[in-house]
Structure formats: structure tokens, C-alpha cells
């Protein structure tokens, strides 16, 4: 008699894009809600409104989404998506979302190379899974690729052009940069899922 016993075992792939998560309605009106909110400089060295100014490193604006009444819709549906797609592709211990990062790329900006996985200093929790929603249209902007580099090797990237309304995701410690935008805008919502420390 077999003593084994089926576990499901996640495909454990360092990044999954979720297709068509929010809809182009649903992509505009995020954007309407970041455009009536203050931009800031975005910085690096820490999450939240700590870190520095280093446009060598970092060059983008960004607005953070407070969960309320009329952005309750935006924090649910991430949630709904989220939980899924961690149950079928990741099978992390998540606890909560860190801050939802509406995010600015214009003419010149970029996000050089970098990981996410900071202790949040809002919760003393870990970010383990990143997402970026797209809100741009392909041909809204040039340049602007997002580059993941799963190998270690900055060099042996395949740049993606992320369609409107889709969610990529990936373990938070890959190192990922946006290359510099020629033309256009480019416009996206960032959340980390934080969890305890790993063990
Ligand atoms: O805008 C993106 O697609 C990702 C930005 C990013 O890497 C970050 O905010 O940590």
C-alpha cells in the first residue's frame, strides 16, 4: 500500500502576469483618483515617506492611495486577485498589502535596478510578493520596459511591454529596474504583500 500523499505543489514560478485583472474602466478610474492626489519624489533606501532623493537611481512620481470609501472597490478587487493567484502560483504566508503606490513615469524617468524586500516599517512585516498593475495602454508611451532579472544577469533580460489592465507579480527579492521613458507617459499601481519573516 502507497503511503503517499498528494500535496499540491505550486509551479513556484518567479513571476506570473495575471491577464486582464482590472478592466480599462477600472485602469482609468485608479488614474483619476492618482491624478487628483499630490504627487512626491519618489525615493529609495527605505518604503513609505523615509529614504533619499537619487535621480541616478530613482526618477518617477508617486502618489500613495489611501484606503477609503471610494478606493475601497481598488483595495478589494487587489485583494481578490491577489489571494488567488498566491494560492496557485506562490503559496506564501501573506499577512497584509504594504501601501498602494500610484506611480508617474514621464519623459526621462526610470527606476534603475533593485529589489524590493524592505522590513515595512509600518508593520515590522516583510515584503515577499510585488505587483505592478498597468494602467497605460501599450502605445500611450516608449521606453519604459519593465526588466526582471530572474537569472541574477542584468544583461539576460527580456524587457516586457505590459498590456493595459494587467498585473505582474514576482517573489519581492528579484532584482527588476523600468527603463527610461522616450515618449509618452507611463502609468502603473504598485502594492507589495508583506508577511513574516522567512523561516
Ligand atoms: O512601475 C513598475 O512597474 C514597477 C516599479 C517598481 O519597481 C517599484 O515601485 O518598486
Redesign the pocket.
Known sequence: MSRRIDLYVPPMEPCVIWSGGFTDEECDSIKDTGELCEFLD?KVGSSGEDGTLDETARK?K?VWIQPKEETAWIFERMNEIVAKMNFDKFQMDLTQFDGF?Y?K?EVGDH?DW?N?TVLSPRSGLFRKL?F?L?LSDVDDYEGGE?LLSISGSETKTEPMK?KKGDL?AFYSHIP???SPVTSGQ?L?L?T?ALGSKFK
Open positions: 519618489a518617477t508617486i503606490q506611480s513615469y527606476y533593485h524590493d510585488s505592478s498597468m519593465f505590459v505582474v527588476h529596474k523600468v507611463r502603473t504598485v507589495w
